[in-house]
């Protein structure tokens, strides 16, 4: 009984907001956004995201009272629809409910080679710095950041 109230009394202390956008979230409450931030001529809509999936499902506290760390999954099925081979650098831009920045993510991995035709999966998991209240914001919005480029032959 004891330890039940002091975990309690531990979640209580670290816990942001009603705890209602912390861990896993339905997926119908999070979104994404596909951004091309650069590409060369004409290229720009050759590359389409086929699925996303992403989950920030961890809340972390660093020791920091005002910085938590987010932590989830990610994977981003990309399509190549030119017949041009392309390479992908890309982040990953976390933003809360109404539209601010939280952080960023480069991922490893990269460039990403995308075949002509072809598609590529980017898969992995995310790590996040996040001000305290990102429990009363929540994190609402993934933005996958392109830049694209013809490879070096």
Do not use: H, K
């Not at 961890?58 to 938590?68: E, N």
């Not at 933005?143 to 070096?152: F, G, K, N, T, Y």
């Amino acid at each position: 009984m004891t330890i039940g109230l002091v975990l309690v009394a531990l979640l209580a202390a670290v816990a942001c907001g009603d705890g209602s956008s912390l861990g896993p979230r339905p997926p119908q409450s999070l979104y994404s956004e596909w951004v091309v931030e650069s590409a060369p001529a004409g290229m720009a809509e050759s590359v389409i995201v086929d699925s996303v999936f992403w989950n920030p499902a961890v809340l972390l506290p660093t020791g920091d009272d005002m910085v938590f760390e987010v932590e989830g999954p990610f994977a981003i099925r990309l399509r190549n629809l030119g017949e041009t081979a392309l390479e992908l650098r890309y982040d990953l831009r976390f933003l809360d409910d109404g539209g601010f920045l939280v952080d960023r993510f480069i991922p490893f991995g990269q460039p990403v080679a995308l075949p002509a035709g072809q598609d590529q999966l980017q898969q992995g998991t995310f790590i996040i710095r996040s001000p305290p209240d990102i429990g009363r914001f929540g994190l609402a919005t993934m933005q996958i950041v392109a830049r694209l480029l013809q490879p070096d032959p």
